[in-house]
């Protein structure tokens, strides 16, 4: 796929975690004392920088790179 989870941001980085234990956006949003709009940024990013296309291939991205 992308990038490898080096290329991501810490902030991407503690949105991905919180994917991870599935959370929505706004509940990670609420964790991470975010606005919806910004963890939405976020998981875009993350999207674009591991060639994903949905949040479910981005969680199995996120394992394999492990």
């Not at 999207?47 to 996120?62: E, F, I, M, N, P």
């Amino acid at each position: 796929m992308g990038a490898s989870l080096s290329a991501i941001t810490p902030a991407e980085r503690q949105v991905l975690a919180a994917l991870r234990r599935g959370l929505s956006n706004k509940a990670i949003a609420a964790e991470l004392v975010l606005s919806p709009r910004t963890v939405e940024c976020h998981v875009s990013h993350l999207l674009a920088k591991s060639g994903c296309q949905s949040r479910t291939q981005l969680l199995l991205w996120a394992l394999i790179e492990r």
